[in-house]
Every structure is written in C-alpha cells, then in structure tokens.
C-alpha cells in the first residue's frame, strides 16, 4: 500500500450552520489519478475546498502528506473551474506560470533568469511554450487549462487538484490534458479532479471519490467503481445518465461512418 497523500476523518463542512458535507472518511494514495464523482450540488468543489484550506471544517480533520491543513500549502497546485478566473487580468502567460514559483523565493525575491527558464519548461510540457506572450484572457478555454496545469508543475506541487479540468475544452486539449496527467503521474505525483465523464473513469483513473454530500464509497477504480455504486450516488438520474452516453455514442459512431463514407 502506498502511503496516503490525503487522509480524511469525520468532515463535515457547512454554509451558514447547513452541512453540505456530512461524516466525509476517506484516504487517497500517493500517486494516484483520483476522480471525484457525484451529481451537481453533491459538494466536490467544496471538497477541493477544504483540501486546499480556503474553508474550514465544522468538525473533523485532513491531512496532506501527513501535515495539517494550512501546513502544507506549498505542497499543493490547484487549477481552478474556469468561470471563477477573472481572465480580464492584464497578464501574459509567461507571467501566470511564474506565480507558480513565488512560494519558493520568499516575500522579497523576484523571479530570476532561473525561474524563467524553469516556467518555459514546464510551458513545453503542456504545449504552450510557442504562446508564452499572449495574454491570457485571449486564450481559448483549453489553452487556459493548459497554462493553469503548467502553473502547478512551475510549483513543483506533489498533490495537484483540478476542477473540472475537462470541461468546456476541445478533443485535442483533452487529450494533451490527459497526456500531462499521464506523465504527472509516472513521476509520483498525486492528481485529485472533479470529473463527470462518467465514460472515462474506468479506463484513465486509479483510484476514484463517489460523494453525494455523504461519501458513498472510495477506493480503487475496480473495486469501487461499480454500478450499484453509482446507483446510490446518482440515484434514477444514472438512468438518464446512461441514455445520454448512449446518444453521444451513437452520434459519435455515426459521425466517424459518415466521414468513412466519404
């Protein structure tokens, strides 16, 4: 077994004395791919949250690596849900994944020739490098994702949490995306993420979060990624869940015959 990146006990958060997670017991292991799944409104994000430190429990504990929450935060990257980033911000690319860097320089010290350098790699990790001067707010969402991953490799982060990293983005981004998490992963980092392609899950993540404002189970992919699983998470919108991804599969299939045809 590995050692736990994450350990969770008896959390429970809420909003103006509503609990909106309850009893939350889970661990997640170091150098894992983690999902975390459930419906809208289920408490990922807050979750996430909570990780991060920016919201305080109302009972229970976390821990990072073995450290409390709020001692551990330089160990951390997060790449946020697209719509909480005000991309109006007048800054270029270059500089975004140069914040990266500042926890480890201190109050006083600015980004050197090393930093700089060290940024640009982590640009070319991501495919980004050749945008490197453009602002940042004229990047199509994908290319946003991209730039906010290369952020948190510029920190050197061993738990990285993303938000919806795949939404809104297009196939190729997707897959640059997954080919990052790939490599993060062969490199002993931990990547915790709020997904919803439930399609996906089997094939791409270790280790996967059902949560419907209770944690209805977490573990391994094959152990705990079961339909009955998802039936308590979900309930009888897995039902229409599933008639989606029929659709789109059929749509897709279509799609791929019609451009044979051709």
């Not at 997060?78 to 914040?99: A, I, Y």
């Not at 931990?190 to 209770?214: G, S, Y």
């Not at 229409?240 to 897709?252: F, H, K, M, Q, Y």
């Amino acid at each position: 077994m590995k050692s736990p990146a994450i350990e969770i006990h008896d959390l429970t958060v809420s909003y103006r004395d509503k609990p909106v997670l309850w009893d939350i017991d889970a661990t997640i292991p170091e150098g894992s791919l983690c999902a975390i799944v459930g419906p809208n409104g289920a408490g990922k994000s807050t979750l996430l949250s909570a990780i991060l430190g920016t919201i305080h429990p109302a009972s229970g504990w976390l821990k990072i690596f073995a450290q409390e929450v709020g001692k551990s935060q330089e160990l951390i990257g997060f790449v946020p849900q697209r719509e909480s980033v005000d991309w109006d911000f007048p800054v270029d690319v270059l500089d975004v994944v140069l914040m990266g860097t500042y926890s480890r320089l201190g109050w006083f010290r600015r980004p050197g020739k090393a930093q700089r350098d060290w940024a640009m790699e982590c640009l070319e990790q991501v495919g980004m490098a050749d945008l490197n001067k453009r602002q940042v707010g004229e990047l199509s969402g994908g290319q946003q994702q991209r730039v906010f991953i290369a952020r948190s490799l510029a920190q050197d982060a061993r738990l990285i949490l993303m938000d919806e990293p795949f939404a809104g983005v297009d196939a190729a981004t997707e897959e640059a995306i997954r080919l990052v998490l790939l490599d993060l992963k062969k490199k002993g980092r931990t990547v915790v993420l709020v997904h919803h392609d439930l399609q996906t899950i089997e094939n791409f993540f270790d280790h996967v979060l059902l949560l419907n404002l209770r944690l209805v189970a977490a573990g391994p992919t094959a152990e705990t990624f079961t339909r009955e699983n998802l039936l308590r998470t979900y309930g009888g919108r897995l039902t229409l869940l599933d008639e989606a991804a029929e659709a789109v599969r059929r749509i897709r299939t279509g799609r791929s015959r019609t451009g044979r045809d051709r």
